[in-house]
């Protein structure tokens, strides 16, 4: 599926509100949110819906942590998880344009102690189509993020010896380890940090001033605990270093930046237009099977609807980012209980506007 900026620019446009859409998505919005906190357990929850370029939904319900009680607000900050992603990937195409790097350059030339992947390349890692194991894969990975110390050696320490998937570029599969692969990529070739890259290349790009990085939680006069559950109740989620995930999973994000990170993108202010495609556009591979995923964004439907999202979850907080370009919709959740899934609640919001 093809996917050209005239056909995505429509949601930048503000045309005449449509009443009945609008007030549909702020009492589905209230009905999803309040189904979420009462029956699912999410002490908060935080919607935001743009129609048509009107913003008409953009507001917390519950609370933040069920210590102080504070109400969640529209500018509560909430790790975004793996719609970190997105981040990522721009900042690598950032670096292509530049031709510092070359998307079809070998990962063996900037990770060579990942000897399973030497060739692997930029644009395989990026696709999802490079076959490396997923790092976070198993049961025991909370209590090592926890507990253990965070490196790059640390993390393909658990897939050292593991084969890949599949041939590289003939098959799809998600991985984590892909994202903090291509995050010391964007380290080497930019001699910055991966937070230093992404807050004065990508964030500043975008007109971000909300958002920053897990290490910054603890700044953030306004930010969600997250929880997970633990039998019959909810533990707050233990900390976590973001060495564990970085280019994976590590931003922290309010409604309003999310916004503004959408349209920053698709008005072609962070990277080129034809980069844009790269990252929205449905991959293949190298069969020619549609993989259904860009470069950190999904391209598929809702309910024969045209979608382009990405979620992302940490161990205590679910969200989404959802665009439908054919019905001028821009749909953002987050929630701070990680069992509490943000992209129900998003398709919960668009089936009662359409």
């Not at 998307?103 to 000897?115: A, F, M, R």
């Not at 209590?143 to 098959?171: H, M, N, W, Y």
């Amino acid at each position: 599926m093809n996917i050209l900026i005239a056909s995505i620019a429509c949601l930048l446009l503000v045309t005449p509100g449509e009443t009945s859409a609008t007030e549909a998505a702020k009492s589905a919005a209230d009905r999803a949110a309040q189904e979420a906190i009462v029956k699912l357990k999410a002490p908060g929850v935080a919607v935001a819906v743009e129609i048509n370029g009107e913003i008409v939904v953009l507001r917390g319900y519950g609370v933040r942590d069920l210590v102080s009680k504070l109400p969640v607000t529209s500018n509560t900050h909430f790790e975004i998880g793996s719609i970190s992603k997105q981040f990522t990937a721009a900042a690598v195409l950032q670096l292509a344009e530049s031709h510092r790097l070359s998307l079809d350059d070998p990962l063996g030339k900037y990770v060579p102690e990942y000897v399973v992947g030497a060739a692997i390349t930029i644009r395989q890692l990026l696709s999802q189509t490079a076959g490396v194991p997923n790092f976070t894969e198993g049961n025991d990975f909370m209590q090592v993020a926890a507990t253990q110390k965070p490196s790059l050696q640390a993390i393909l320490a658990r897939i050292d010896g593991k084969p890949l998937a599949f041939k590289p570029g003939t098959d799809w599969a998600y991985s984590n380890t892909n994202y903090v692969l291509l995050a010391s990529v964007i380290e080497l070739v930019s001699g910055e940090t991966y937070n230093q890259y992404i807050a004065r290349h990508i964030f500043r790009a975008a007109g971000l001033r909300d958002s920053g990085f897990a290490s910054d939680e603890g700044s953030f006069q306004d930010m969600a605990t997250g929880y997970y559950p633990n039998g019959d109740v909810i533990t707050a989620s233990p900390h976590v270093d973001e060495a564990w995930a970085p280019g994976a999973g590590t931003i922290v994000s309010t409604l309003g930046d999310m916004l503004k990170w959408d349209h920053a993108l698709l008005q072609g202010r962070v990277v080129s237009f034809k980069s844009v495609n790269l990252m929205l556009d449905a991959g293949t591979t190298s069969s020619g099977k549609s993989t259904g995923y860009g470069m950190g964004w999904y391209n598929d439907t809702e309910k024969d609807h045209e979608r382009i999202w990405h979620n992302g979850g940490t161990f205590g907080s679910s969200a989404t980012n959802a665009m439908f370009p054919s019905d001028h919709e821009i749909i953002v959740i987050f929630d701070n209980n990680v069992a509490v899934d943000a992209e129900t609640i998003a398709s919960q919001i668009f089936d009662a506007t359409h």
